[in-house]
């Protein structure tokens, strides 16, 4: 060690010695900083002390990143920009990541102070720096051979609002070296990796909310008690982030121990999509947004992950969130109630891939490869754990919709078929009979060539059907009975792409019309074809079937509803052939590049010494299956299911854990994005600050004003 790191490490010893006995360390409570706080001020605070939240969290989302030369210290803020805690990342071994959280929340001066001191202490090495960028958000933290990545959100945008929560799209990222920086050979294995890596565009379709979690439904978030019950400790409760749709899970237990912490550090992203568009209905105004989540278990590419692995987790397997919400009021809350705005309504359904254990052999380079069973299981186990994650997930009843071919000159699809509806079959008998899947095998494309067959008809009583069955959720908190779904319609076809997405239309057009009649905005559940409503719901599931597709098969939809609709077919027929050219060169030469960086990103795959590069695998079948000398307990074949998945995941709501004291039922004089009752007006009522209308998210949202025919008026174009 030479002299000057010997001496910047005294120093450094010496200041965290002081930083750890200094006062602001003793600091337990979070502290605001005022000029001249008044007496009523005090005594809203001394009051607010009162509200137990069950998931208290201290939310940032403006970061500053200092730097010197064995440290990273990163300081995060809220909007209101009076409270502070820092981040602290050790830069002297490249093989060890330390990333060290201060619990000590700070005011403006201490953490101008704190800085200071660290300065000060690193004066003989070049000091304190402060880097220029921009930061929203810690992505989280990743190594390939040499070292560890920071990877941090540099350029956001705004897609929707709900409740007064923003959620984000991500338009930049930017991986940070952590060691002193070195130049990286252009051939290196590590610049390869870093290449890899990149494959995945985290500024495409990935998306994040500070204080909406986005990765579970509306309904779980809001009928989950945000207040701790009387003698639970504050932080014991909590609805946790849903793993499942987690996509930088990996990347971030690299860094954070415990992911269920409440973190203000800790940012989840879905991959999938998000869309918003307001809908004026006789002069009422409607908001849907659709939220669409992948999972990432299982996930690859369209040709590269097929059926299911022997974990019970499916391929494509994507949960699809429309809500509507009348716009007459913004908060989730009521006057008395937290989350008590009855205007809230959404419907949930899923897609994925047929839970066989199937697979396309693609070294033919055929566009249509031929389906092999590659295990035939009289038991159907992964087809038992699947359909046992479902029941979890969304309660009972599960209606199966099976879109695929039954009869075929070659048999392709047709084998799937008969296998799936066995297994269906074989699981029903251990079932109690009101909990038993409802299996629907049709086959829509035979139908869809067929003059005598009505597609959208069809498709559309079992719409109804299943809206009927598994219900929808409503806001509210005093509602009797509550207004909650319970079960789900999984719709899948050979992709789950073009057919599907049709299918999942009809279902949401059907729970479009079920949302707006609750919400008293129709005089009838039934909505026509014909409609600015509809065409701009129709518009956004196209974009949102366009996204999936993209993601799993890219290309495009190759038949939409216009296919299916049989409208504008000379149109439509051409655009079909150019996407199904587009998927079948994006499956023959980027699919293993793009499953190589799933792999990598979501920590399928991970560096160590000694083995194979991630490159020279000749399968990821290890990385996806259990290791077959680890494998869990063989479960009973007739017992398949745990007895509580079936219990009823609706009950009703203890009103006393939503209740808002009445000290709270007036605007905060400094409001805080981790209130969870005042909170969101920081983010979106923000009266203290000067923003354009042109950069008003909520002015310029999609909308049916575009369908407004235009009319000449002095010699100008102008909307009527």
């Known amino acids: 060690m030479n002299q000057d790191a010997q001496i910047f490490n005294e120093n450094q010893e010496s200041l965290n010695e002081q930083y750890l006995a200094s006062k602001i360390s003793t600091k337990e409570t979070p502290v605001e900083s005022y000029a001249t706080p008044t007496p009523e001020i005090k005594e809203e605070k001394a009051k607010k002390e009162s509200l137990n939240y069950a998931h208290p969290r201290f939310t940032m989302s403006i970061f500053q990143l200092y730097e010197t030369k064995t440290r990273y210290y990163l300081v995060g ?142 309904q779980n978030n809001l009928t989950q008690p945000p207040l701790a019950k009387q003698g639970e400790e504050g932080n014991g409760g909590g609805l946790k982030h849903n ?52 999972s990432r278990y299982f996930a690859g590419a369209r040709f590269l992950k097929r059926g299911v692995n022997d974990k019970g987790f499916v391929a494509n397997d994507v949960e699809t969130e429309q809500i509507v919400t009348d716009m007459a009021t913004t908060s989730f809350h009521s006057t008395d109630y937290l989350f008590g705005n009855p205007r809230y309504t959404s419907y949930v359904q899923h897609r994925g891939s047929i839970p066989l254990i199937w697979s396309q052999d693609t070294t033919n380079m055929s566009p249509k490869p031929p389906i092999e069973l590659n295990v035939v299981d009289p038991f159907f186990s992964a087809a038992a754990l699947h359909f046992e994650n479902i029941f979890q997930r969304y309660g009972t009843p599960v209606i199966v919709l099976n879109l695929i071919k039954q009869k075929e000159k070659t048999k392709r699809e047709s084998i799937l078929g008969k296998e799936f509806a066995e297994a269906i079959h074989y699981l029903n008998q251990f079932l109690p009979d009101d909990k038993q899947i409802k299996y629907i095998a049709w086959d829509m494309s035979r139908a869809s060539k067929s003059h005598d067959q009505d597609v959208i008809g069809y498709l559309e009583k079992i719409a109804d059907d299943t809206m009927e069955a598994t219900g929808f959720f409503q806001s509210g908190i005093n509602a009797d009975p509550a207004q909650e779904q319970e079960g789900v319609l999984r719709t899948n076809c050979i992709d789950c792409l073009d057919r599907t997405n049709a299918a999942q239309f009809l279902m949401g057009k059907c729970a479009l019309g079920h949302q707006l009649y609750a919400l008293g905005v129709v005089e009838s559940p039934k909505i026509d074809f014909d409609s600015d409503a509809v065409n701009i719901f129709t518009e956004m599931y196209h974009d949102h079937g366009d996204t999936i597709a993209l993601q799993y098969g890219g290309s495009h939809l190759v038949n939409t509803m216009e296919t299916y609709r049989k409208i504008n077919q000379w149109t439509s027929h051409p655009r079909d052939m150019i996407e199904s050219i587009r998927r079948f060169y994006a499956n023959a030469f980027s699919d293993a590049d793009k499953q190589d960086a799933i792999n990598l990103f979501l920590g399928n795959f991970v560096t160590k010494d000694g083995q194979p590069m991630l490159w020279e695998l000749n399968s990821d079948y290890h990385l996806h299956n259990q290791h077959p000398l680890k494998k869990a307990l063989r479960r009973d074949y007739r017992n398949w299911y745990a007895k509580e998945v079936l219990e009823k995941k609706t009950h009703a709501l203890d009103p006393t854990l939503f209740e808002i004291p009445r000290q709270f039922r007036v605007p905060a004089v400094n409001p805080d994005e981790s209130d969870t009752y005042q909170g969101y007006w920081v983010e979106y009522y923000n009266h203290k600050e000067l923003i354009s209308l042109k950069s008003l998210f909520t002015l310029n949202m999609n909308g049916t004003l575009k369908y407004r025919p235009l009319k000449v008026s002095s010699g100008s174009l102008e909307k009527e």
Do not use: C
């Open 77 to 218: 803020t809220n909007q209101a920009k009076k409270r502070y805690r820092v981040l602290q990342i050790h830069r002297t071994n490249p093989n060890d990541l330390v990333v060290i959280e201060d619990d000590v929340l700070y005011t403006e001066q201490e953490k101008t102070r704190l800085l200071k001191m660290i300065e000060d202490g690193n004066l003989s090495v070049g000091g304190l720096q402060l880097s220029p960028m921009r930061i929203y958000g810690v992505v989280g933290f990743i190594r390939f051979t040499q070292g560890w990545y920071m990877i941090f959100i540099t350029k956001r945008r705004q897609v929707a609002l709900l409740g007064g929560h923003y959620i984000y799209h991500i338009d930049e990222t930017r991986l940070v070296p952590i060691g002193l920086s070195t130049k990286i050979d252009k051939n290196s294995d590590e610049a390869r990796y870093i290449a890899t890596f990149q494959n995945i565009d985290l500024g495409k379709n990935f998306y994040f909310s500070y204080t909406y979690d986005i990765t579970n439904s509306l």
């Open 243 to 294: 793993d499942m749709f987690v996509w930088n899970h990996y990347l971030l237990s690299s860094g954070f121990k415990n992911l269920d912490s409440q973190s203000g550090w800790i940012l989840p992203l879905i991959y999938g999509f998000v869309d918003q568009a307001k809908i004026s209905i006789f002069g009422r105004s409607i908001v849907v947004t659709l939220i669409a989540r992948r």
